[in-house]
């Protein structure tokens, strides 16, 4: 963070060295300073390493250490360090094993291999080298180790890519270039003006004591130009903005990431879990009504509740039903619980429930929990008692005996139930759930009622009909089918041992009934986008689902609207690898949306978005991500994501909500418009500074002021108002502007000409306040300004200085009143800098309580090294009376009615309409968290719109505007009320 230009240190070593040998506690006092730095500077550099080298090692998280192998010298399994293990061996793996290399599956050893590779999400071909295996058991070959496995080509991919510099990293060090050349020019002319003053008689006649001197001089007049606080101030601002950001679920991991997001165009997203709640839940279902002949009637049904919570209720024709009245939902009730092997848990931690197993089944067992078939008396239970309460109840009726496990070519999976009290009317019977095209081809029957009808061919496309309206539709609802098999036969008489068997048990079924599931948006969601729009933001949607689910998800949160053609704005991953070079990267300009993707497209989209010279934020959460991640502008992992891919980023997400996210950008742009004030702020009082030397030295006074000083005023008086300008309140259409252009300069020709007329004013005002002393003060020794200027000529046989005591040139006084004046002026140029147009009628000190305070503190430590022995030895300074405060005041204030001029010209002619006054009769939309409530009429046919902004909730801002005609408003999109 930063620059190497504006680093102090080689101009404070070159003072340290050339300080004049007397033996005095100021000798001390630079060495002293410059050590600390260098300390603070050798921590941080250490710290920003050892973070460099986290996403490597967070790698080893995932490498087995050990592996099964078969090799000739043993006629059994062996057990060998994975890193001995080489192609071609043959590896065993069963449940709880670590896959120990790339492997290919060449056998499997159990009726299903369940292998859990979310860590390289999208893969699904080979077993990935550091994956679990979940269930079953299996042997392969080894087609890949070490650095050739999947993971081991992410780490390489992670150590080459490098980390590209943000937009205020790379306008510091072109500042900072700008800067160091302009003060190389400054310092020589300013030992070269002097040449002539080197054998003066203060020098000893030495030609080379003068050298050095004025050597000294144009090195302080260097410390002088550079804000050696912007650096701790920079990163403070930031630390503080992280803490805020930390509030709201987004945990900032690179400081100068914070700055970046201001400026984000483009932001790339996946869909589950982060656009989605990730938490499947039934929103509709149907069973038969009726059935007469070749045709049928439905009973549809709505459930409300979009998360894991078992609250919710079960509609039919809006209208709120019993479903212990509709013996098909109670037999639907009882597939749902039983061909089933997930459950809810509640976390007591973080208050709320969790799905124990796959989201599918959780789904259906938090369907069970709302439709409560056996009116279950509810009340009184606790909240973990509450999650498996009716499932509980269904499971006490039948014994699952044993399940026949899911497979790809049936797409079904079944349970065997046992009644818990068997009878002559109760039988065991097989139920069935899976993808309805396979389970209704397999059926015989339907269930209506109590009654078992034939399934006809009118009957099966009615069925079938509506499960596809469903499945295309707005919601691209899942659809499972639910079916039992009355009559099953006898377990003896199935061969378990084989999985091909076991469609053969899953006929001559009867279909129950119909149930569509989906991820559901999160309700903050769409007004999260819309805010994106406003702001000129592009969301990219980017997942692993189907293409038919992922536009339509676009269409319900607002990526694309309802009618949109979206031929030219979302491909699946294979069309977009079908493109050329020159269309893929077209296509990435005007995507919206790429389905069935896979990680390594993630890189290849930013590379695309780069190239158009956006800046991209990117979300992730596996292994395979993390290159991604590390390559865009802003990596964002998710909190449930990886370490490797938490490691990669720049900011995790606590919540993995989109909202977050926004809610990042706009406290990203609200931190870099502060920080544009105090950076601003910083430079006119070092330009300030940089004018007193170089005046001191062009026209011949006494140093005003030494280099200790200045390392006082940068490193800590100037840096305790420049972080207060960091708590600058945000304008409120922060975002209502299109994303600031990373290459727009930190300072403009105009800014410039306005702080250096500020910083001219600032150095001729410290050195007219040394000179004033010298001059015209009482009780000074009112020199004339001839002998003033030539003061190193000052001996007593020169009649240019007669009855003048030579000894009065080394006074603390008149580097007292330079340095007061330096630190007053300052402070009210930190007022100044509450706007950058706004007077400070219109942005009283008071809207920033913060710098106030910073403001008082300042000048209390410059008071301490006033008055409190021995600092004013240290700094070489004295106290001063109340008749010399009162002329550093009248010198000091005059800054202030300066800018508001330069800021009048600016408002009124030059920069019209920028940083305007907050509106007094026009709401806008702020941010995905502002709420707008419309309010009873206060007047007739005037409506009143009240703003709640969760920014200023701490200073409980209720604000009311009243509107003749709402369609006025600036920005009448805002958000939905929560």
Same mark, same amino acid.
């Given at each position: 963070?930063?620059?190497?230009?504006?680093?102090?240190?080689?101009?404070?070593?070159?003072?340290?060295?050339?300080?004049?040998?007397?033996?005095?506690?100021?000798?001390?006092?630079?060495?002293?300073?410059?050590?600390?730095?260098?300390?603070?500077?050798?921590?941080?550099?250490?710290?920003?390493?050892?973070?460099?080298?986290?996403?490597?090692?967070?790698?080893?998280?995932?490498?087995?250490?050990?592996?099964?192998?078969?090799?000739?010298?043993?006629?059994?399994?062996?057990?060998?360090?994975?890193?001995?293990?080489?192609?071609?061996?043959?590896?065993?793996?069963?449940?709880?094993?670590?896959?120990?290399?790339?492997?290919?599956?060449?056998?499997?050893?159990?009726?299903?291999?369940?292998?859990?590779?979310?860590?390289?999400?999208?893969?699904?071909?080979?077993?990935?080298? &550091? =994956?679990?295996?979940? *269930?079953? /058991?299996?042997?392969? #070959?080894?087609?890949?180790?070490? %650095?050739? !496995?999947?993971?081991?080509?992410?780490?390489?991919?992670?150590?080459?890519?490098?980390?590209?510099?943000?937009?205020?990293?790379?306008?510091?060090?072109?500042?900072?270039?700008?800067?160091?050349?302009?003060?190389?020019?400054?310092?020589?002319?300013?030992?070269?003006?002097?040449?002539?003053?080197?054998?003066?008689?203060?020098?000893?006649?030495?030609?080379?004591?003068?050298?050095?001197?004025?050597?000294?001089?144009?090195?302080?007049?260097?410390?002088?130009?550079?804000?050696?606080?912007?650096?701790?101030?920079?990163?403070?601002?930031?630390?503080? &903005? =992280?803490?805020?950001? *930390?509030? /709201?679920?987004?945990? #900032?991991?690179?400081?100068?990431? %914070?700055? !970046?997001?201001?400026?984000?165009?483009?932001?790339?997203?996946?869909?589950?879990?982060?656009?989605?709640?990730?938490?499947?839940?039934?929103?509709?279902?149907?069973?038969?009504?009726?059935?007469?002949?070749?045709?049928?009637?439905?009973?549809?049904?709505?459930?409300?509740?979009?998360?894991?919570?078992?609250?919710?209720?079960?509609?039919?024709?809006?209208?709120?039903?019993?479903?212990?009245?509709?013996?098909?939902?109670?037999?639907?009730?009882?597939?749902?619980?039983?061909?089933?092997?997930?459950?809810?848990?509640?976390?007591?931690?973080?208050?709320?429930?969790?799905?124990?197993?796959?989201?599918?089944?959780?789904?259906?067992?938090?369907?069970?929990?709302?439709?409560?078939?056996?009116?279950?008396?509810?009340?009184?239970?606790?909240?973990?008692?509450?999650?498996?309460?009716?499932?509980?109840?269904?499971?006490?009726?039948?014994?699952?005996?044993?399940?026949?496990?899911?497979?790809?070519?049936?797409?079904?999976?079944?349970?065997?139930?046992?009644?818990?009290?068997?009878?002559?009317?109760?039988?065991?019977?097989?139920?069935?759930?899976?993808?309805?095209?396979?389970?209704?081809?397999?059926?015989?029957?339907?269930?209506?009622?109590?009654?078992?009808?034939?399934?006809?061919?009118?009957?099966?496309?009615?069925?079938?009909?509506?499960?596809?309206?469903?499945?295309?539709?707005?919601?691209?609802?899942?659809?499972?089918?639910?079916?039992?098999?009355?009559?099953?036969?006898?377990?003896?008489?199935?061969?378990?041992?084989?999985?091909?068997?076991?469609?053969?048990?899953?006929?001559?079924?009867?279909?129950?009934?119909?149930?569509?599931?989906?991820?559901?948006?999160?309700?903050?969601?769409?007004?999260?986008?819309?805010?994106?729009?406003?702001?000129?933001?592009?969301?990219?949607?980017?997942?692993?689902?189907?293409?038919?689910?992922?536009?339509?998800?676009?269409?319900?949160?607002?990526?694309?609207?309802?009618?949109?053609?979206?031929?030219?704005?979302?491909?699946?991953?294979?069309?977009?690898?079908?493109?050329?070079?020159?269309?893929?990267?077209?296509?990435?300009?005007?995507?919206?949306?790429?389905?069935?993707?896979?990680?390594?497209?993630?890189?290849?989209?930013?590379?695309?978005?780069?190239?158009?010279?956006?800046?991209?934020?990117?979300?992730?959460?596996?292994?395979?991500?993390?290159?991604?991640?590390?390559?865009?502008?802003?990596?964002?992992?998710?909190?449930?994501?990886?370490?490797?891919?938490?490691?990669?980023?720049?900011?995790?997400?606590?919540?993995?909500?989109?909202?977050?996210?926004?809610?990042?950008?706009?406290?990203?742009?609200?931190?870099?418009?502060?920080?544009?004030?105090?950076?601003?702020?910083?430079?006119?009082?070092?330009?300030?500074?940089?004018?007193?030397?170089?005046?001191?030295?062009?026209?011949?006074?006494?140093?005003?002021?030494?280099?200790?000083?200045?390392?006082?005023?940068?490193?800590?008086?100037?840096?305790?108002?420049?972080?207060?300008?960091?708590?600058?309140?945000?304008?409120?259409?922060?975002?209502?502007?299109?994303?600031?252009?990373?290459?727009?300069?930190?300072?403009?020709?105009?800014?410039?000409?306005?702080?250096?007329?500020?910083?001219?004013?600032?150095?001729?005002?410290?050195?007219?306040?040394?000179?004033?002393?010298?001059?015209?003060?009482?009780?000074?020794?009112?020199?004339?300004?001839?002998?003033?200027?030539?003061?190193?000529?000052?001996?007593?046989?020169?009649?240019?200085?007669?009855?003048?005591?030579?000894?009065?040139?080394?006074?603390?006084?008149?580097?007292?009143?330079?340095?007061?004046?330096?630190?007053?002026?300052?402070?009210?140029?930190?007022?100044?800098?509450?706007?950058?147009?706004?007077?400070?009628?219109?942005?009283?000190?008071?809207?920033?309580?913060?710098?106030?305070?910073?403001?008082?503190?300042?000048?209390?430590?410059?008071?301490?090294?006033?008055?409190?022995?021995?600092?004013?030895?240290?700094?070489?300074?004295?106290?001063?009376?109340?008749?010399?405060?009162?002329?550093?005041?009248?010198?000091?204030?005059?800054?202030?009615?300066?800018?508001?001029?330069?800021?009048?010209?600016?408002?009124?002619?030059?920069?019209?309409?920028?940083?305007?006054?907050?509106?007094?009769?026009?709401?806008?939309?702020?941010?995905?968290?502002?709420?707008?409530?419309?309010?009873?009429?206060?007047?007739?046919?005037?409506?009143?719109?009240?703003?709640?902004?969760?920014?200023?909730?701490?200073?409980?801002?209720?604000?009311?505007?009243?509107?003749?005609?709402?369609?006025?408003?600036?920005?009448?999109?805002?958000?939905?009320?929560?």
């Amino acid at each position: 963070m930063i620059p190497k230009q504006l680093s102090p240190l080689k101009g404070e070593r070159v003072l340290a060295w050339f300080e004049e040998g007397e033996e005095t506690i100021t000798a001390f006092v630079e060495p002293f300073v410059i050590l600390l730095i260098l300390v603070a500077n050798a921590i941080v550099g250490v710290w920003q390493e050892r973070n460099a080298e986290n996403a490597i090692e967070a790698l080893k998280e995932y490498e087995p250490e050990m592996g099964k192998v078969y090799r000739q010298d043993r006629k059994s399994v062996q057990r060998i360090k994975a890193r001995d293990i080489v192609p071609g061996d043959i590896v065993e793996v069963a449940v709880g094993d670590k896959v120990p290399a790339d492997i290919r599956i060449t056998s499997i050893k159990s009726t299903t291999l369940r292998v859990d590779q979310s860590i390289l999400t999208g893969m699904s071909s080979v077993n990935f080298k &550091g =994956t679990n295996i979940a *269930a079953g /058991k299996a042997m392969g #070959v080894v087609i890949a180790t070490g %650095v050739n !496995t999947e993971i081991g080509k992410i780490r390489d991919e992670m150590v080459a890519t490098e980390q590209e510099r943000t937009p205020l990293q790379q306008k510091l060090d072109e500042f900072g270039e700008q800067l160091s050349k302009v003060i190389s020019l400054i310092c020589i002319a300013v030992w070269i003006i002097n040449i002539g003053h080197f054998n003066d008689p203060v020098h000893g006649g030495s030609w080379i004591r003068g050298a050095i001197y004025y050597f000294k001089i144009a090195v302080a007049l260097a410390v002088a130009a550079i804000p050696e606080g912007l650096p701790a101030v920079i990163t403070t601002c930031l630390a503080l &903005g =992280t803490r805020r950001m *930390a509030k /709201k679920n987004a945990i #900032v991991r690179s400081l100068p990431s %914070v700055e !970046t997001l201001g400026c984000t165009s483009v932001i790339c997203s996946d869909k589950t879990g982060t656009l989605t709640t990730n938490q499947m839940s039934v929103c509709r279902m149907f069973i038969l009504d009726k059935v007469e002949g070749d045709s049928c009637s439905l009973n549809e049904f709505t459930v409300t509740g979009s998360t894991y919570a078992p609250m919710g209720e079960v509609h039919k024709d809006d209208k709120l039903i019993k479903c212990s009245q509709y013996d098909g939902l109670v037999e639907l009730a009882t597939i749902c619980a039983l061909c089933n092997d997930s459950s809810l848990d509640y976390n007591e931690a973080k208050g709320v429930y969790e799905k124990v197993g796959e989201a599918t089944e959780t789904a259906l067992t938090c369907l069970v929990e709302k439709m409560n078939v056996f009116d279950t008396d509810l009340k009184g239970l606790s909240r973990i008692e509450r999650a498996n309460a009716c499932n509980s109840v269904i499971k006490q009726l039948m014994k699952k005996e044993f399940t026949l496990e899911f497979s790809r070519d049936r797409k079904s999976m079944s349970v065997y139930c046992t009644p818990n009290k068997p009878s002559r009317t109760s039988m065991s019977k097989m139920f069935v759930k899976g993808a309805p095209e396979g389970v209704i081809d397999r059926c015989t029957h339907v269930r209506a009622g109590n009654a078992k009808i034939p399934l006809s061919s009118g009957i099966k496309q009615k069925i079938m009909s509506v499960i596809r309206e469903w499945g295309t539709g707005r919601d691209t609802l899942r659809c499972l089918a639910l079916a039992t098999h009355d009559n099953p036969p006898r377990k003896e008489e199935m061969n378990l041992e084989d999985s091909s068997n076991f469609i053969n048990y899953e006929t001559n079924l009867t279909f129950v009934g119909c149930v569509g599931m989906l991820d559901p948006p999160r309700i903050e969601v769409a007004s999260s986008i819309k805010l994106c729009k406003q702001a000129g933001i592009r969301v990219i949607m980017i997942t692993g689902d189907n293409k038919g689910t992922a536009v339509a998800i676009c269409r319900r949160i607002g990526i694309f609207v309802e009618d949109e053609d979206v031929s030219t704005k979302a491909f699946t991953g294979r069309e977009f690898d079908e493109l050329s070079l020159a269309a893929q990267r077209d296509a990435c300009h005007h995507a919206r949306c790429f389905a069935r993707v896979e990680p390594s497209h993630k890189s290849k989209i930013v590379e695309f978005l780069q190239s158009f010279d956006e800046i991209t934020a990117m979300t992730g959460d596996g292994v395979n991500d993390a290159p991604a991640l590390k390559k865009a502008e802003i990596g964002i992992a998710m909190g449930s994501g990886t370490a490797v891919a938490k490691t990669a980023s720049e900011m995790v997400l606590a919540d993995d909500n989109f909202s977050t996210i926004v809610a990042a950008v706009e406290e990203g742009r609200a931190i870099y418009n502060n920080m544009k004030q105090f950076i601003r702020y910083l430079i006119s009082s070092n330009v300030g500074e940089v004018v007193c030397i170089f005046l001191t030295a062009a026209l011949g006074f006494p140093e005003a002021l030494i280099p200790v000083q200045l390392l006082w005023v940068n490193l800590v008086t100037d840096g305790l108002p420049a972080t207060a300008l960091g708590f600058n309140p945000p304008d409120l259409d922060i975002m209502n502007k299109p994303p600031r252009n990373p290459k727009e300069p930190l300072i403009s020709g105009w800014l410039f000409f306005r702080y250096l007329a500020i910083g001219c004013y600032v150095g001729a005002a410290t050195v007219g306040a040394a000179a004033w002393w010298f001059i015209a003060a009482d009780g000074g020794p009112r020199v004339t300004f001839y002998q003033l200027s030539h003061f190193l000529q000052c001996k007593e046989d020169n009649p240019d200085f007669s009855g003048v005591d030579c000894v009065v040139f080394e006074s603390p006084y008149p580097m007292t009143m330079a340095l007061s004046v330096l630190v007053t002026i300052e402070m009210c140029n930190a007022l100044n800098s509450l706007s950058e147009n706004q007077s400070l009628m219109r942005m009283p000190p008071w809207e920033n309580i913060w710098l106030v305070g910073a403001i008082c503190l300042s000048m209390s430590l410059h008071f301490l090294i006033l008055y409190v022995e021995p600092l004013p030895i240290i700094f070489q300074i004295t106290p001063l009376n109340v008749t010399q405060w009162l002329m550093v005041l009248k010198i000091s204030l005059p800054v202030i009615l300066l800018d508001e001029t330069l800021k009048y010209v600016a408002r009124n002619y030059l920069e019209p309409g920028k940083d305007s006054v907050r509106p007094a009769t026009k709401p806008c939309s702020l941010s995905a968290s502002a709420w707008f409530f419309l309010l009873p009429q206060t007047k007739e046919d005037e409506p009143s719109l009240c703003l709640l902004h969760p920014l200023h909730w701490p200073a409980c801002t209720q604000l009311h505007w009243a509107l003749s005609d709402p369609e006025t408003c600036t920005h009448p999109q805002a958000p939905s009320p929560p």
